[in-house]
């Protein structure tokens, strides 16, 4: 067995503090709902300004706080269903819908045209233009129902207390009742939802246009989308030049100082454990064909590592990393993720940032450079023919080999739809002709010691250190 190459180990669990692991990780939820980078952050900062005026207990805001930066932990749950409904890229679909007022019909008229097969002649977006509106509201109800659920799972997942929960599942429902999915109506909503649904609608208008609208709509649906008690207390704060500034500028920093128990929560090894697995879950949740993946990806990883002689620390990192490789993919459409046939240069250029998006997401957390440097050389070569970079053999250590080789491995091994997973003597002869020209040999050794003599593979999710 070859000597393990010495990597610093930058995983530092002292500077590791909960809030500001899952305030990064919401940049990846920013991404895959159509939101302004720092989305989640701003709304959150906006939230806590106005329960903090409410006087909410302490333990509420911390509710609120976590709601506020998990409420579209759900986002990615309905991509794939976005994309079928309207045959288009589902993330610039809900950008629009952001930004559209469901009450007036012109509006909705018009968001279902722009959006409905961009792509294709008019007699077919016509066609999908009267399929998507004729089951209007059904269809409102459906996506909601899905992002919300799904959301409120994940917050429960990660230990966040019911009304947290509660609060994501109630966030697209509306004062006067025509809400989704439950269309509950006035007090029957919970607070937290109704200060989270000012909150995120202010945000998106303001970074959409600017504060004087945000404000206009704000008010002119107040009654109708909003509880006016809220709106009052959003407007008492408008003119606090200090407090849209800073949170504009510097919205994680800003969150850091918010007063509320929340943010001096420490990450415990297990809860930053279950928040890279619930990443992972929230990655592999956007697209049916990749069902999975992650988990079977980490799995891979673990198991080459642990062959090579990794323990400690450094498995947990690869662990984490191999979890969380593809979270840059929440950033790509399904429209492309998912298209059955070949993709266009454009599209591939999309599919291709990918690991950079994974690199960049994890890099703004402290404590986890290192998983972001594993994560985001997934799919280098050691030929240097890979992306995003095109690094080379003699800066790819072994950690980012073991990954890029589980990576294909399982893209190899799992089931499609239009196809069943290859016999594994198919799969180590494809993986032989990459052999140290793209792929580690070593790596590729690891797995067909364990998986050359099976016939099929049944992974055990998760994950053992
Ligand atoms: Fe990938
Ligand atoms: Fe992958």
Redesign the pocket.
């Given at each position: 067995m070859r000597q393990i190459d010495r990597v610093e180990e930058s995983f530092d669990q002292a500077v590791l503090n909960f809030s500001q692991i899952l305030s990064s990780l919401s940049y990846a939820l920013d991404l895959t709902s159509g939101y302004t980078m720092g989305h989640a952050q701003r709304t959150c900062l906006i939230g806590m300004r106005i329960a903090q005026e409410l006087g909410l207990p302490p333990t509420s805001q911390t509710d609120l706080y976590f709601a506020l930066l998990l409420k579209d932990s759900g986002c990615s749950s309905n991509a794939a269903r976005m994309c079928e409904i309207f045959g288009g890229d589902e993330i610039a679909s809900k950008q629009l819908s952001r930004v559209t007022d469901w009450d007036n019909l012109i509006e909705v008229v018009k968001y279902v045209a722009s959006v409905s097969l961009p792509k294709r002649s008019i007699i077919a977006r016509a066609g999908r233009f009267l399929k998507v509106g004729l089951n209007g509201k059904g269809t409102t109800d459906e996506v909601s129902h899905t992002r919300c659920t799904r959301g409120a799972q994940i917050a429960q997942s990660l230990g966040m207390g019911p009304d947290s929960a509660a609060c994501i599942g109630s966030l697209e429902e509306r004062w006067n009742g025509a809400g989704s999915p439950n269309h509950l109506k006035h007090e029957e909503i919970p607070l937290l939802s109704r200060i989270a649904s000012v909150a995120q609608n202010l945000e998106v208008f303001w970074k959409t246009f600017d504060l004087d609208l945000a404000y206009e709509v704000i008010n002119k649906r107040s009654g109708r989308w909003f509880d006016p008690q809220i709106v009052q207390v959003v407007n008492s704060f408008r003119h606090d030049t200090s407090f849209w500034t800073s949170i504009s500028e510097d919205p994680k920093s800003a969150l850091r100082r918010v007063n509320c128990e929340a943010t001096v929560e420490k990450a415990t090894d297990d809860r930053i454990d279950s928040v890279c697995s619930a990443f992972a879950e929230i990655v592999d949740a956007k697209s049916p064909f990749t069902g999975e993946h992650s988990f079977r990806v980490c799995q891979y990883s673990v198991e080459i590592g642990s062959d090579l002689g990794f323990t400690g620390r450094r498995l947990t990192t690869l662990r984490r990393a191999s979890l969380l490789?593809?979270i840059g993919?929440l950033g790509v459409s399904n429209a492309i993720l998912d298209k059955p046939g070949k993709l266009d240069p454009e599209e591939w250029l999309s599919i291709r940032k990918?690991?950079q998006y994974s690199f960049e997401i994890l890099s703004h957390i402290d404590g986890f450079s290192r998983l972001a440097e594993i994560a985001g050389a997934?799919?280098e070569r050691l030929d240097g023919k890979g992306y995003f970079r095109g690094l080379t053999a003699d800066q790819l250590d072994l950690d980012m080999r073991i990954v890029a080789v589980a990576?294909v491995f399982d893209a190899l091994t799992a089931k499609r739809p239009y196809r069943d997973s290859l016999p594994m003597d198919k799969v180590f002869e494809i993986l032989a002709k990459d052999a140290d020209i793209a792929l580690d040999s070593e790596c590729i050794e690891a797995l067909k010691q364990r998986y050359f003599d099976s016939e099929a593979l049944e992974p055990t999710l998760p994950i053992a250190a």
């Open positions: 490789h593809d993919k990918h690991p997934h799919h990576d």
